[in-house]
Every structure is written in structure tokens, then in C-alpha cells.
């Protein structure tokens, strides 16, 4: 046999053909015998590798040198510089995501790594269309032993005793059906092999198929043998032309071979093989349709029984096994049904192959033990989430399978677990789902798919997936009722009860999974008319409005920007937003994650835009709206949420008086936020804007201690309690309490309060400063300890991708020279005579998910270590502070120390007179939220009591008569977000000033003119 | 009895076969359980799940239609988790459609309907929602409107599975899912062969009959069950009369019909003949080439007295009848007792002269009777079916289809020889496609295998048979080698048949016209009865030698006596005894002088000067016409008595307006001597009246005080007369038809003939060996193809009354020259063209139609329309014993228009 020094290993697998791997071997094999390498090194077309969303993928042996995306143009190099001057061409090594380190083996890739190959042994290794290369693989010693050493009762045995089942969904203990056939009598009897892979987005068949056809061939040989037949069917659908090929191929070598045919390896056992091709019918997977289909006739279930061991293709005993549970058999054989029950769990043996697709890193095949968990797979395999988004569920088992939610990632996968979550394992897709998933929409395709691929024979899944069907389609496009989740529920336990075949049965699945995990979307849907996660077109005029808490009008203040009328912009942030000029610098923009844009390039820079609205355009001059109701209203906390109300009140005519401790109005956005990134004056505009209407801020008044809350209650006819979270949370650890330790917002606050001090240096936090926490408040904290000339250290217990911090906040900070540290979580704080001089800290590891999808963080024994620190700031949380609300006042307050809301209300408490919002409510939020929950207020109070009085619900201001263009660019071309200009960092850290500067007119407008008007009704 | 065991349904302790289903189980015990797409007699699809039922331990609901019960089982019907699926189903399919009962045809009659109202849903929880499919109203026979669809698939299976044919399916998925022909065709531009069984299979509206549109509710008609008049199948049908029109009509489903429920396009939509405009009304009478409308009285008058008058003159023997294989026994009985009594000769003979006497002859001297000696239901018992010079769907097609169903099921095969590729070739073990004309042979060649490597039934030939050596001998010389030089079957094809038929352990032989109408039809059959004999392939269950007759009534005519030389129940006229029998119970003396055939009536010149034709058109089924018309024009004085003004009426001189089927009481005898009712159904049209009826009046003419109340009290004498109808009774035959022979009240009736012994004189069967010989007229240089006549399934017969019915015609407008398309385009001829067709006896133009089954060298044709003669051409050379023409074949040349 020839040796070669080198071979190279070419994916010819369907996805990287698609993305050009055949082009990637024609310059390969061209330049190689350019260069004379022809005898040294040899070009092997592999079936799919499985890792396809890095297609074009090759591997170079002996070195197990992987690269990725390899085009044409790359041969030269890889030639000159890997195979002869052995140097790895870097640019096209793969490279971790999180860390953008490169890495060289295929084998420490983390794809691979957590992988356990069996059923996919050979993909990428041998050359499909070479039995030799599957023999050297110990390919074919199943069937040897099988046929040589055993007898079909031991076979059968053997299997049983692996504890295979059923790869095709059903989990179906393989050697249970076998054992049923095998005891069937009659003389003809048929082994099928289902490769009608049909579910979206699937395709692990596919990829056995073209890596490794032999492997299915042996199956289906030793199923033959076991059961007494001597004919076999494969069928496989027509879509699948190279999975046909390399089957055609590998069956002729198999018989040439004397492996397929008559008196096989001279035991005298016959059995013949063919193929079969499937029009492309989702439902010709169901067994009995599958082989209605064979016979000839309109794939079409039938009843059972009798059952196909029984009475199967034309009337003969059949099994039916697909490709998956085929290609394990062989080796179950060969090595023994101990060595193949070694892996997986206690009732779900060996390995599963998955077709990790959808919104995950690492698209590709993936082959893991039973067992395995959904994170490690989503995660750890898979990469996670692209784009910074967040794991929201993974469908699991196809069209006819469910959801598995981000609670629930530590789920091991296996038939069983799976099952009881509500999905099925199905035969092994495995679609990851972000936040931009909205469950009620994919249920409504899921059902889609299944009403288009029933077959229309039994009447609960023919009519029923298409009612069901219409009444998502109905949810989804606004025209939900009341009872709908309940009608759906009903029909989905019927259609399952009652439907003919497993399509039917399974066809409600999705449906199910995602009432039961995401209700609440459905009943937004429903009741709001709302689709929370964007997706729902008809529901709203564009993403980015319908993601904004207060449905800000997006697309109009854009358009009116690219149209120079700054003026009116502004008037159109006004209409839902008092604080635009805050929001235009501080706002977490949940608006820009949906933004359309970002999947040509970027998403625009909605926030910076209205920044330079607010920075730009004259603000709309303010006139006092005269008191027209007898009701008044005190309002308590003069932060975003009870100035929203205030304002809102105000304009409806009401006699507002709002009451705020710290001695300005503005809560967290003036105390919380430094001025650095929200400037003073700029709120303090917008305040009195408010004013102007005729609302009273009285401050310095704490409610509670300056005047009591009985007294607010009895002297105004409805309270609104927006205080908000002021108060930090404890460490619990030991050394909280001694002198330079702080809270985040207390030393935010202290620090806003008493500037002065603290830039004279009466204050000081010392040289040193540790920050604990990795939100907003944490950076916050640590960017104006380095602007009092500390050195800062962040100290953060999970990863930078778990921080909730704003991304670019973290950016910044590292900018300014603040060192994070990751996976560190403190234990002591240590101080000489009452002051800190230093902090005791663990090294976290990497433990299971919790709720959010987050790994929880596990303490690393033995890793304590001690940073020396002059003041802590502790600021991993925040927490209302109620203590003002007397107890009796029959208001709720919660665990979390908030607000309980009355049952169907979004604001009022559990005392009708008493209404509540923002942080105090939700805990610590955002801004924006905080202005909602305003905006939510006014209207229920003021709704609250025109009810009361029988009064007509308000009507709001006229219109404003803005008419907005519309006016697109005819050719989109890709184009990044305008950057925004910002002080350097150097400069920046010495003092408070504005570190963005803000767009200039023609960034502005340039930026604006990238909208790509979603809500334009064409 | 198999191991019954118990299962409990609804808390109650039931018992069960094996085998039986859940739902069968429940019915069987009054337990109510509703189903969709059940449909008996078909697989069971499990579609519907209306039938769902909750079963201990079952993951979900369970189809109890498919579900079988076994032992031990707890099943529940009438849960909760059972009614709201239930519900919702019924709920889905009425949303589903365009459910509106007001003008629906199947309002009060209809399966969803009544659900719905059990259920009692006042309106679905769903938005009606119709997908919108077009009306197909294509044709004048089946209207779908697929919009009323519950796509049950019963139409699907009944078109599969009993017919055999697979017309329509499933198409489209989800709830676009319709069933409709390929290629989404109508059904008129598909193979559709409109038996109309999926309109009867239907449950809602979806289907209906396109004739009974607006033509009474289903509780507002009359429902009257009958028998087929057209073919000899004798198919049970129920016509849906409103207001004196047969509108729907059902096959009945009894199990111990022949037809359990099938029916084809003639039966079902082809008996508005009776409605035809063109039915005579009123008796006519040829004054100066023209007809005038007369009384009864003045026609009645004038028979009798030409009648009269060519008796004194010419003698009794210049009388003659024809009767038809189309009237009831009772009519056809009385008509021969008219001829012998009233007219005083034995010249009475049957349309069947023209077509399957050679039977008669051959059956009754090899196995002493001439009857089809199974029956097609015994089919069922056949390994293996011979059929031979029949094509079975087109013939017959409702036996046709259920030998097609034991084909596909596996447990019969099928040997056919024909010429032609007929339909169910697709269905064959084997085909034998000889030269015309050339049966022995092959027959011959196949018993020459089955003797040459010993497969014969050696028992049976030497307890049973008689003359086995005669027959050894002859057929010594036809080797597989002479045998494929004479018939063109290859020689290996002959051994192939002739193993199989001989290995099987029933076999049976359904033969037609193409081995009757021949010089040597006689032989043929002889021929036949000898492969039977050698094989024991007679005297049991699935086996035999089964002629059939082509129409309704062709046995029972016979039966009847309308034969020259016998008396009813086939006792000869020569025969002392059986003369005296019936001059004493007749009451008059009878002629023993056998009488001549129709053939001699109406072939040569001279013989009758007077005719009395009852049903029968020899203008039209005849040979060489021209002359049939010369003989006819040269007698004294024709009557016909028929519903329509035939090619013969228009020759005769006295025409007398007789009763269609459906006009009078009756029985026919089909041709597997089941004896069934005809029931009236409508009024006679005009002045019409039944032949009995007429023939009673003319026998009073005539002198004799015939007095019959009733069809029933002309049975009573049947069959004091009738040996094998000696059972047969109105009051029995209302409980079901009676297979003869039926000699006595108590006898049940007999499935087959010839078990324990034969009628012959021995009782043992007679070998007739029978030697190869040419046919009358060969192709030659100046006439070279050879023409055969055959029938389709749409007409029968000359087409007199199908050619009245609109649907029929429809379907089937004109007679066609078959032609394969190698001579067509040899001769120039393309599909659709006229030709001429020539032979030595006359010429005709009919529509070519090329079809590449058809053997080259040899056209076919129909001869069911009145326009075009085709038996202008055939030759009226005649079988020297069954007397019947060479209607299969003569020399013909063609010639584009």
C-alpha cells in the first residue's frame, strides 16, 4: 500500500459543498501537482464533518490541523505554508468566540471536544466511496460476527441487552422489534431502512448517509440476519441526491465484496438490498406510510394493528429502523452490547446524534452521550448565542416536538427527560431559539408545517391542525379572543388523543410546549395585542417601537431627522418619552437589538439619534395646563416613573404634587447616573418641563419621616409610589461594616449629593478601590472611583457575557484602565482598626445553568486569594426601600421588598387608592421602564376614577399635526453605525465631563438615513 | 364454533370471534358506536375517528373500526375523554364544508347529518370554511362536489378495492387534501367506468346521483327492489322512484346477492330507457309502408287473424316465434306456450340462436345439461380462472370486478385468452392471445401437455368420464410446436396454462361469444368441457364450465322452453311422455315435429311466412343482414312486440307496445340459473302493457281461455311443469333468489351442477374430442383483415333500449372500428377517421379508433347502434349443430372515406 506523508481531509458533505468545497479540491489537487506533491500527499473527499456552519472545512493529518472556511483562494497558502514549510496558515485556524484565541487541533476544539463520535466515527475520516476505508475502520466485523458466530436468537439478544432504541424519535427498544418480526412466521420478510429525514433543519441521516453508508448497510445486514430476511428497502428521500449516490455506490461495493447478495461471506445467508426514493413527503416517515409508499400508492398511514412486525410492507413481517439505529448495530455487534451501553444513562443507552441548528454559534452535527445536558450542548458544543443575544428555548424533535425552555438547560437529554419537559427527542434536530423568538409565532409555523404535510387521511389532523393553525395565525395577527389558549389546549389534547398516525399525535406538541412555558406571550398576544418578542408584524408598525417599553416612534423621528426637521422630531419624542434627552444617552435601547438593520450590518443608533435630537432642536416651549378635576394626587418619588405620572396627570387636568427626599427632583437618573454620562442641565430642562405644567415637586421631603404617609394619604384622593431602589444590597460576608465600605448607589448618591467634597478630596476612597458586581451601578461606581483618581478593580463572579452591565459601559471602563476580574467572588473583608485594607476573594468555576441561563458560578476550593483595597464597593444589587408605607395601609409588600400590584392590574396596589411603579415595583430596571411604569399609572388612575364616576374614558391631546416623510434610498448598501465621538480616555479620567460627545448634523442625519422604514405599510 | 372469549364494553361482559373488531363486537351486542369511513366490504382506513373508544391501558384513543378485540379487553364508549373527541370531530368536519342540508340530495339521508344531530350541535365551534373546490358536473351521471367532502376515503376504497379500479385517490395534503382523478382530470376525461359505487359508498352529499337531482327526498320516494335487465349477472338494485321516475339507483347490499351492493353504468344509470320519449305508446299498423296508430282491439284482431289465416293456408309450420333473453320467464314461458298451442308448432327459438346455442349442445351431450354448471360467486373457491373468449369487465363487468378483487387479493390467478388486450389482462397469470378462430387448438394443446406429463385427474377420468381414449388420441397430435404453428401462441405459453390450470385444485372456465360464435362453436365448447373433464374440474365448488350469457335473461329463456325442439326444463317435444304432459296440462294436442331455429326462420328464404317477435331485433343481431332483410320482406305478415320501434319493428306489419323491466311483475333467471324478482316499479308508459298481458289476449283471440291473474299464477305453472323449478314460488323468491334446480319446496336450490353424477345416459361425462378445422372465411388478398364483432361495456347486445339512455350514450355514442395502429397507418387511417369497411356481403362506414391492443390483422366492432349495421358484413355460415353464425369473424377490407 502506498503511503502518503500527508493526507488532506476535503468535507464533502452537502453543506460544505454548498458552500464550495468541491471548488476548494479542484485548486487543491491542481496545486499540489503544481507543486509535485502528488505521490507525497493525498486529497480524501469525506462525508459531512458536522461542524457546517464553518464550511469549507479541512483537516490536515497526520498533524490533525483543522481549518475553516476555506476558499480556493487559500490553497497557495495552505500548500506553501503548511504542507511545505509545516507552518499552520493562522488566519484560517478556528478561533473560540468568547476568546477569540486560536486553535490549532481539531481535536481541542470545543465543538469537537465534548463530542462522543460512534455513530459518526467515521464522518470526515474515511472516504465514503470506499469500502476499503470502511473496512479498515473494523467496518463490516458486525456483520462478519453476526453471520459466522451467532445465531439470529443472539443477535436479537445482543441488541436487547444494549439497550438500543429507536433513533428515530419513538425510543422503541430496537431489539424488542426485532424479536416481534424475527417471531413472526412466514417465509418473506422485509428489513427498512427509513432515511426520510423530514423534519426542518435536520439532517443527521443525511450526513450518515454521505460520511459513512456502509455503516447503515451492516445494520441493516445483521437486522436481516437476525429476523430472517432476505430483502431490504432503503428508503431515502429524493431530496437527499448524495446520500442516493453514495448509497448506490456503497451497495454495488458491498456486493461486489460479497457483503450484499447471495450466500453472504459463504454462510449461506442472502439478502439483497434497494433503494428507494421519497417524493418529499414529511408524513412517508411514519412507518406504515413509509411503506404504503413502497408499495407503491399515496404514502398514507394505516391503522395499527397489525403491527409491521406482523404484518408490514405488502402484508410481510417488516422492521423498520432508521438510518441512526442501523448505523449503531454494527458495533453493538462488533464490541459487544456492554461497550455500547458504557455511555448515556440509565434507561437512554449510548449516543445521539443532533442537528444543532438555529440561532447558536457552532451550526453543525453533533454527537453527544445520551444524557447529556441541553447547556452543554447549546453552550459548551454550540458556542451559545451569537450577537449578544440570549438563549430563549430550543425546539427539540422537529415540527412535532416541543420547546425546552431556558430554565430548564441543565436537562439531561435522554428519551425520557425529555418527555416529561414536553418535547420529543424525535430524531435529533435541535433548533436553538434567542430572545427574538416569539413562541405563539413559532408555534403557528410549526402547526403550518404540519397542516402542509398532513396527509389529509384522518380528520382530527387533516381539520384540526388547520383550525388550530388558523387560531395561532389569529393570535399572531391580532385577532386573538379571550379562550383561545383554552379552545387550543382542548383540541391539542383531542388531536393527540384521537389523530391516526404520530404525525397527528405529535402535531400539537409545539403548541403545548409553548402555552406551557410561554403563556404569558400568548396572552400579550391576546389581551394587549402585543407580540413581546417582535415578530408578530401585523401587531405593531416596526420592531423598534413595538420593543420600546412607551412604543416610541421610532421610525418617525428618524425619518423627520433625515428630513432636517429637527424641531419636529422632537415633538415626536415628547409624545410618549418626558425624558428624551436622558434616554438619548442612558437608555438600555432594547429598540436597537430589534432593529432590521442589524442583519444587513448594524442596527442604527436609535439612542444616539434622539440624543442628538434633544442636543439639536429647540424644546417645544411648555404651557401650564389649568387644574380642571376636583381629584388630587400626590406623587411619591420624583424619579423617571413619578414624574411620568406627574406630567401625564397634569395634562388630564388633575392637581399633582409630587414629593422627593434628596434635595432635586430626577431619583436615580440624577443621583444614580454619573454626570459624565448624563449631564445636569440636561435634565433639569426636562424636569422643568414638567413643572411648567403645573405640577409641585416639593423636595426634601421624605415621606415618613418629614410628613407621614397617613397624612399623604388623607390629604389627596390617590397616592402613586414611585420610590424606587435606592438602597444597596448586603454581601453578607464578614468585614461589610467596616469604615470604606460602600454601597454602590449610596456611594453614587453621596457622591452626587456632595460633589464638592469628594473632588476636594474631603472625601476619598483611598488609592485602591475593589468594585463588587458587574451591573450598570457596579461600573458606574468603579468609572467615577478611577475619575477620583483610584485604581480600580472590578471583581465579577460570572463571565464578561453574564455581566448585565451595558456593553459599551464595559468597554469604557476597561478603556479608562479598570481591571475586571472574572469568576471571582469575595468571602471576607479585612480591615485593620475598623478600615479596610483588603478583600479576600474565590475563584468561581463554571457550574450548571440557573433560571436565567446563566452557568452558575461554583466556588473553586483552595483558590482564595487577597487583594489589597483601600474601599469596597459593593453594588451587586439594589433593593426598594418601603419602610415609610405603614404596614396597616393594607398594601402589599413583597419578598423582594416590592410592591405587590392587585391581581389583573399593572399599577394599582393591593390598596385601590394607592397605585404604584417603577423600580419599586419591578426592582431595580432601566430608565425607560421606570417611564412606563409612569405612563401605566396616570392612565389607570385616571381611568380609575372616571370609572368611579361614570365618566367617559379621557381623550388625549389633538393631534400634532406632523406629517412624516417617507422617503428610503433606492439601493441599500452595507454601512456600519456612525461612530460616536467621545473624549479619549485619558483625558476623560481626570474629570466628570461628558465623555460622549454627541453626532454632528451630518452623522446624525447620515445615521438616521439607514432606516430601513419597517413601518412603511407598501 | 372458533374459540369465542370475552371482552368487556361499557361495563358489560361481552362475547367475541376472533377476528372480529371492537366495533363489530359492540354492534353485534347493540352497543352503539358511530363511524364515517367504516365501510364493510372494504379495508378498514381508521380515518374518520369518530368510532374512537377509550381501551384500558391504550396510550391514546383507539379506532374501534380497526382495533380487533381480544380477550379480556376493556373498552369504553361512552367516556367523557370518548363524546369530546367525538364531538370535535364531527365539529371539524361539518366547519370543514359547505354542509348545507336544504338543497343537499343526501338531506335525511346523510351520515354527517345524523351525527351532528345526535350530538345534538346546534352550530361548530369553527367558522364554516369550505375550501372552495369546483363543482365537477361533468358528465350527466355523478355530480362531486367536493366542498360537501368529508374525505372519508370510502369512494377511494370501494373504486379500489371492490372495483378493482383505482380512478380516484387522495391528492393535495392537509385540509387542501381532495379526492379526484389523476392529473386532477374530471371524471369523464378518466378511465372512469361510472358504476357509480362511490356515489353509494358515500356518507354525506359529496357524491350523488346526477339523474335523482331534485328528484324527491330520500323520504319521499318509493324504493323498489328489482333485478338488472341488462346483463346476465342478475345484480340486485333498488330503484328510488319520485312521482312515477326511477331516479337514484343502489345496489343492494345483502350479502347473499350476487352483487352485494355493486352495480355497473348500465344498472346504474343506464334504465332511463324506460322514460324514453321514444317508447311506443300505442299499438301500430303498417297500411301502405306507413305505421297508424291503433287500438288494441283492431291490432290484436288483425294478428290473430293472419295468424289464422297462413295456418289454414300455409299449415302450422309456416308459423314461427322469437322470443327474447330480455322478458321474464313468465312472458317468455307463455310466448312459447303461444306458439306451440295457439299457433300449433314447435317453431319457437330465442335471440340466443345468435349467440351461445353452441353451449347448449356441447354442455348438455358432455355433461347432460346446458347450463353454466358453477357460479360466479363460487369464484371465490377458484385457484385458478380460464376465461376464455369473454371479456369479463366489459361483459360482465360486476362479476368482473370481483374476480379482479380475488386476483389482487391474492388467492386466484388468472389464465385469459383473447385475441385482444382486454382490461383485465392487467390482472392475468397468463395470456394466450391465439389467431381467431383457432380454440380447439390451443384447448387441445393444453390437455395434449396436461396428458403428456400425466397431470390429468386419473380418478375422476376413470370413475366419472367416459371415452377418455378417443380423447387421448385426438389430442396426441397437438403438440405445443403444431399448437403455436396453428394459434400463434408460443409453444411454451401452451405448457405454461396448462400446468398451472392443472396444478390448481379448483379450476374453473368462464367462457363467452368468442368461443360460441364460430362454424365450430360446438367444438369449442366440447373442448372446453374435455379440459374440465380430463382435470375433475367439474361437479365442485370453484371449478367447472361456465358459459355467459350475455343477457339478463338468456338462461331463463331457454329454461322456458323457447326452443324448437324442447319443452321448459329442456323435456324434448319427441319425447312421448313430455308431450303428454303438457298437451294434458295445456289442454290441447301439441306438434312432437321439433321446430327450426331463428336461423332458418330468418337466415333461408321460404320457410315461415308468418313471425311473431317478441324483444328480439335478428335486423340488427343477424348475419349478413342484407339477406335477413330479403327473407323477412318475403314472409306474409310480421309482428313485433317491443318498447322501441327496433330495425325489425320497422319491417313487421302489426307492432305491438310491450312493458319495459320496470313496468311489471316477474322473475329472471340470470345466468347462473338464479332465479330473482322483477318488481314493478312505475306505471307502463302509454299503452303499454306487459307481454303477458298481450299474449293472453291474443291467446283469447286465438280461441283460448287464457286467464292468468297474474305473473305469480303463470310461475305456479311453471313450476308444476319445470322440473328444476319445482320449488319456485313468489313467496319463496321474495326472501331471495333460488338457484335451480329446485325440484321442490323444501330444496334449498344448487350452488353447482354435476356433483355426484351427470345427466347423461351413463351419468358419466362424455369426452367429445373435436379436431381443428379453419374458419368459414379467411382473409385473402382482396378482403385481408378479419373482422369480429364484439359488445362494450355500455350497450348491450343491438343497443335496442341502451341506446335509449342518455347516460349511456353519453359515454358511448357510436359504434368504432378497433384497429391496431400499425394497419391504421398502413392504410392511412387516423384515430377518429371514418372508414369503409367491406365485405363479400355488403359495406358500412363507421369511425376508426386505433388501439395497440388490438392484434394486427384483425378489427373489431361493436354492433350496439342502430345507425351503423355491422352485420351487413358478417357471414351467415352456420355451426352445424348450434346452428349460430360465424359472428367472430369474416374477411372485411378497409377503405379510407
Known sequence: MKVFRSHILICGGTGCHATGSGMVKQALTAEISRQGLTDEIRIVETGCNGFCAMGPIMVIYPDGIIYMMVQPDDVPDIVEEHLLKGRPVERLLYREPSTDEAIPEMKDIPFFAHQELRVLRNKGLIDPERIDEYIARDGYAGVAKALTEMTPEDIVQEVLDSGLRGRGGAGFPTGLKWRFAAQSKGDIKYVLCNADEGDPGAFMDRSVLEADPHAVLEGMIIAARAIGSHKGYIYCRAEYPLALRRLDIAISQAKEYGLLGDNILDTGFDFDLEIYQGAGAFVCGEETALMTSIEGNRGMPRPRPPFPAVSGLWGKPSVLNNVETLANVGQVIAKGSEWFASVGNERSKGTKVFALTGDVNNVGLVEVPMGTSLGTIVHDIGGGIPNGKKFKAAQLGGPSGGMIPVQHLNAPIDYEHVAELGAIMGSGGLIVMNEDMCPVDMARFFMDFCQDESCGKCAPCREGTKRMLEILTNICEGRGKEGDIELLEEMAYIIKDSALCGLGQTAPNPVLSTIRYFRSEYEAHIREKRCPAGVCATLFKSPCQNACPVGMDVPSYLALVRARRFDDAYTVLLRTNPFPSVCGRVCDHQCQSKCRRSTLDESLAIKFIKRFITDTAERPAVEAVPVTREETIAIIGAGPAGLTAAKDLAIRGYDVTVYEELPEPGGMTRYGIPSYRLPRTILAGEIDDIRKLGVEIVCNTRVGRDISFEQVTEDYDYVYLAPGAHKSMKMHIAGEELQGVFGGVEFLRDFNIDEAAWLSGEKSLGSKVAVIGGGNSAIDAARCAVRLGAEVTILYRRTREDMPAADEEIVAAEHEGIKIEYYVAPTEIIGENGTVTGITCQRMKTGDFDRSGRRRPMPAEGSEFTLSADSIIAAIGQSPDLSFVAEQGGISINKWDCFDLADGSKSCTTSDKAFAGGDAVTGPWTVIGAIAAGHQAAEDIDDAIRQRNGEPAWEGPADDGIVIPFEIDEDTEEQPQAVMPELEAARRKTNFDEVELGYGIDEAIKEASRCLRCDAEI | ?897
Not at chain 2, 164 to 181: E, L, V, Y
Not at chain 2, 398 to 419: R, W
Not at chain 2, 751 to 770: C, D, I, Q, R
Request: charged share 25%; with cysteine; aromatic share 6%.
Open chain 2, 1 to 897: 364454533m372458533e374459540n369465542k372469549f370475552l371482552l368487556t364494553i361499557d361495563g358489560r361482559e361481552l362475547e367475541a370471534t376472533p377476528g372480529q373488531t371492537i366495533l363489530e363486537v359492540a354492534r353485534a351486542h347493540g352497543i352503539y358506536i358511530p363511524t364515517l369511513c367504516y365501510y364493510p366490504g372494504t379495508s378498514t382506513a381508521g380515518a374518520c375517528r369518530v368510532c374512537a373508544v377509550e381501551v384500558e391501558n391504550a396510550r391514546t384513543l383507539v379506532a374501534s373500526c380497526c382495533m380487533p378485540a381480544s380477550p379480556g379487553m376493556v373498552v369504553k364508549t361512552d367516556t367523557k375523554r370518548v363524546l369530546d373527541a367525538r364531538r370535535m370531530v364531527v365539529e371539524l368536519l361539518w366547519a370543514s364544508g359547505n354542509h348545507n342540508c336544504l338543497t343537499c340530495e343526501k338531506n335525511g339521508d346523510c351520515e354527517l347529518q345524523d351525527l351532528v344531530y345526535a350530538m345534538k350541535i346546534e352550530v361548530p365551534r369553527f367558522e364554516t370554511d369550505p375550501p372552495g373546490h369546483r363543482i365537477e358536473d361533468s358528465n350527466s351521471m355523478i355530480r362531486r362536489d367536493l366542498d360537501k367532502c368529508i374525505l372519508c376515503g370510502r369512494c377511494v376504497r370501494v373504486c379500489s378495492e371492490i372495483r378493482g379500479n383505482s380512478i380516484i385517490d387522495f391528492s393535495m395534503r392537509g385540509s387542501k387534501a381532495k379526492i379526484t382523478p389523476a392529473f386532477y382530470d374530471d371524471l369523464i376525461d378518466s378511465e372512469c367506468e361510472f358504476c357509480g359505487s362511490c356515489v353509494q359508498a358515500c356518507p354525506v352529499g359529496a357524491l350523488t346521483f346526477k339523474q335523482a337531482r331534485f328528484g324527491g327526498r330520500p323520504w319521499e320516494v318509493q324504493k323498489v327492489r328489482t333485478t338488472c335487465p341488462h346483463c346476465g349477472a342478475g345484480c340486485q338494485m333498488e330503484l328510488w322512484v319520485h312521482k312515477g321516475t326511477i331516479g337514484a339507483v343502489y345496489g343492494v347490499e345483502d350479502t347473499d346477492t350476487e352483487n352485494r351492493g355493486q352495480l355497473c353504468v348500465k344498472g346504474r344509470f343506464g334504465l332511463d330507457f324506460v322514460h324514453s320519449t321514444e317508447r311506443l305508446t300505442k299499438p301500430l299498423i303498417k297500411k301502405n309502408g306507413a305505421f297508424h296508430e291503433s287500438s288494441w282491439d283492431e291490432a290484436l284482431d288483425l294478428v290473430a287473424s293472419n295468424f289464422k289465416k297462413i295456418q289454414e293456408e300455409h299449415g302450422s309450420d309456416a308459423l314461427g316465434g322469437i322470443a327474447s333473453s330480455k322478458s321474464t320467464n313468465e312472458d317468455v314461458y307463455l310466448f312459447q306456450k303461444f306458439i306451440r298451442v295457439c299457433l300449433g308448432t314447435n317453431n319457437v327459438d330465442f335471440c340466443t340462436r345468435f349467440c351461445h346455442t353452441p353451449s347448449a349442445v356441447a354442455l348438455t351431450r358432455a355433461f347432460g345439461g346446458g347450463a353454466m354448471t358453477n357460479c360466479m360467486r363460487l369464484s371465490e373457491k377458484a385457484d385458478v380462472i380460464l376465461v376464455s373468449g369473454l371479456n369479463l369487465t366489459e361483459m360482465c363487468p360486476v362479476p368482473g370486478a370481483l374476480i379482479k378483487k380475488l386476483v389482487t387479493s391474492g388467492n386466484l390467478k388468472l389464465i385469459i385468452v383473447d385475441p385482444r388486450r382486454i382490461k383485465i389482462i392487467d390482472n392475468a397469470e397468463i395470456w394466450l392471445s391465439p389467431k381467431i378462430g383457432t380454440d380447439v387448438a390451443w384447448t387441445n394443446g393444453m390437455m395434449h401437455v396436461i396428458i403428456n406429463e400425466d397431470l390429468y385427474d386419473h380418478d375422476f377420468v376413470e370413475n366419472r368420464t367416459e371415452e377418455f381414449d378417443r380423447l387421448k388420441d385426438m389430442v396426441s397430435s397437438y403438440t405445443p410446436e403444431k399448437v403455436e404453428e396453428i394459434t400463434g401462441i408460443p409453444g411454451e405459453k401452451i405448457v405454461e396454462a396448462a400446468r398451472l390450470y392443472a396444478a390448481a385444485d379448483n379450476a374453473s372456465i368462464l367462457y363467452g361469444m368468442g368461443e360460441t360464435q364460430h362454424i365450430y362453436g360446438t367444438d369449442n365448447v366440447s373442448a372446453l368441457c374435455n379440459l374440465a373433464l380430463l382435470t375433475g374440474n367439474v361437479g365442485k365448488a370453484g371449478t367447472g364450465v361456465n358459459t355467459i350469457a350475455k343477457q339478463n335473461n338468456g338462461q331463463g329463456a331457454g329454461d322456458m322452453g323457447c326452443l324448437p325442439p324442447i319443452y321448459p326444463g329442456g323435456q324434448p317435444v319427441s319425447n312421448s311422455e313430455a308431450n303428454e304432459k303438457f298437451e294434458k296440462a295445456w289442454g290441447t294436442t301439441l306438434s312432437m315435429k321439433p321446430g327450426i331455429t331463428e336461423s332458418d326462420m330468418v337466415i333461408t328464404k321460404g320457410n315461415i311466412k308468418g313471425l311473431y317477435v317478441v324483444g328480439g331485433n335478428p335486423m340488427r343481431s343477424g348475419p349478413n343482414l342484407n339477406n335477413i332483410e330479403e327473407v323477412m320482406e318475403d314472409m306474409d305478415f310480421i309482428v313485433v312486440q317491443d318498447m322501441f320501434l327496433t330495425e325489425t319493428a320497422k319491417v313487421a306489419d302489426v307492432v305491438l307496445p310491450a312493458c319495459s323491466f320496470a313496468e311489471k311483475e316477474g322473475t329472471f333467471t340470470n345466468t347462473a340459473r338464479l332465479i330473482q324478482r322483477v318488481r314493478k316499479a312505475v306505471d307502463p308508459v302509454g299503452e303499454s302493457k306487459p307481454d303477458w298481458e298481450i299474449l293472453c289476449e291474443l291467446g283469447r283471440k286465438m280461441g283460448h281461455e287464457w286467464n292468468y291473474s297474474s305473473p305469480k299464477e303463470i310461475m305456479d305453472e311453471i313450476a308444476s311443469l319445470t322440473p328444476p323449478y319445482g320449488g319456485v314460488s313468489y313467496d319463496r323468491l321474495d326472501k331471495g333468489g333460488i338457484r335451480w334446480p329446485c325440484p321442490n319446496n323444501d330444496h334449498p336450490g344448487t350452488p353447482y351442477l354435476w356433483k355426484e353424477k351427470f345427466n347423461t345416459a351413463s351419468g358419466k361425462g362424455v369426452f367429445f374430442p373435436a379436431d381443428y378445422n379453419p374458419p368459414a372465411e379467411l382473409p385473402d388478398e382482396e378482403y385481408p383483415f378479419i373482422l369480429s364483432t364484439v359488445k362494450e361495456l355500455c350497450h348491450l347486445h343491438t343497443g335496442s333500449y341502451t341506446r335509449y339512455s342518455k347516460a349511456l350514450a353519453e359515454l358511448s355514442p357510436d359504434d368504432l372500428l378497433g384497429i391496431n395502429p400499425l394497419d391504421a397507418k398502413k392504410l392511412g387511417i387516423r384515430d377518429g377517421d371514418d372508414v369503409k369497411l367491406r365485405s363479400r356481403r355488403g359495406e358500412i362506414v363507421i369511425g376508426a379508433k386505433t388501439s395497440g391492443n388490438i392484434p394486427e390483422g384483425t378489427v373489431f366492432s361493436t354492433f350496439h347502434s342502430s345507425k351503423i349495421p355491422v352485420n351487413v358484413l358478417t357471414t351467415d355460415t352456420l355451426d352445424k349443430l348450434g346452428m349460430t353464425p360465424e359472428l367472430k369473424m369474416c374477411a372485411v377490407k378497409i377503405e379510407p372515406v
